[in-house]
Nanobody, 133 residues
């Protein structure tokens, strides 16, 4: 099994930055796609970004493209989500999730699937990000 530990959330003003971390416990870290999801109150959980996604090294939802950057430190088995130019609508609980890369569709399709969360087997506990206006 893979265990994920997400951290780094907090309260920040609009326009500010935060960096989330997702530490994984697995010896085959580079075989997994790691995705970041978020869930705002009363809304469905949505995909935000992923790394090692199909033929793409990185992929982003349109809502965060150009503001968020996902990266991976394989030596530390940790994935980061650098979030810049934060907006109040980015307020949500952020989760990291993992799935073996070979079982996933291309990210262009994956991010359009309403049941995207079902493709991921392992989940971190979530970290709250609050952006004040």
């Amino acid at each position: 099994d893979v265990q994920l530990q997400a951290s780094g959330g907090g309260l920040v003003q609009a326009g500010g930055s935060l960096r989330l971390s997702c530490a994984a416990s697995t010896f085959t870290f580079d075989h997994y796609t790691i995705a970041w999801f978020r869930q705002a109150p009363g809304k469905e959980r949505e995909g935000v970004a992923c790394i090692r996604c199909g033929d793409n090294s990185e992929y982003y939802a349109d809502s965060v493209k150009g503001r968020f950057t996902v990266s991976s430190d394989n030596a530390k088995a940790t994935v980061y989500l650098q979030m810049n130019s934060l907006k109040p609508e980015d307020t949500a609980v952020y989760y990291c999730a993992a799935a073996e890369s070979i079982f996933l569709p291309t990210p262009r399709l994956l991010f359009k699937i309403p049941t995207m969360t079902r493709w991921f087997d392992y989940w971190g506990q979530g970290t709250q990000v609050t952006v004040s206006s």
